[in-house]
């Protein structure tokens, strides 16, 4: 996934992702097979053809071989934000720069809803995956208390952060009720009812 206009890394970064990238394929596929808690590291590593050690250089803990994208993901989200028109509304911001994320879900479908089960049944990757969404919360909030008008003197904006962190809710609410079922509605019509119903 990458922000429209926004130049490619560098080719070291890009031969970094690429290994995080088929560690995590690795990882996933294990995880799927067998079940998150019964995969080792040493076993990813292994089946990937790396060392434990390599691993870790890669990932911090177990978990983040599913959700560590989400971190690049975050910055990628920022950046779809803060292309929109200055003058756009804040919902109406937001809602057009998480389209850079349900891309994904028209993509790969069930590959996703395997992984987004997957997600709901193991708590410590729920925990992980709310962890790096208080990290999109953090960088999403500036844009839109500029869009709301904030002083530009630091001050912290409590509407911005209860807008985003709402934004963000329906997003995680939406993505839970479509992993939950087997239809074909589209992920963004689960997304446009939640944040119809917050705005009223």
Known sequence: MRAEGKPLPALRERTRLAVQRDISEV????????????????????????SPRSFFRYFATKEDAVLGHLAQAGLYLKAA???????????????????????????SPQSLRRTSRMLLATPSLRARHLEKQLHWQELLVPDIARRLGAPADGTEDVRAHALVASALACLDAASTAWARTDDDTPIETLLDAAIGTVRR
């Open 81 to 107: 934000l803060e292309d929109r028109p200055a003058t756009e509304a804040p919902w109406d911001a937001l809602r057009a720069a998480f389209d850079t994320l349900l891309a994904d879900f028209s993509d």
């Open 27 to 50: 990882a996933m596929r294990l995880f799927l097979e067998n079940g998150f808690a019964e995969v080792t590291v040493d076993q990813i590593a292994a089946e990937a053809g790396t």
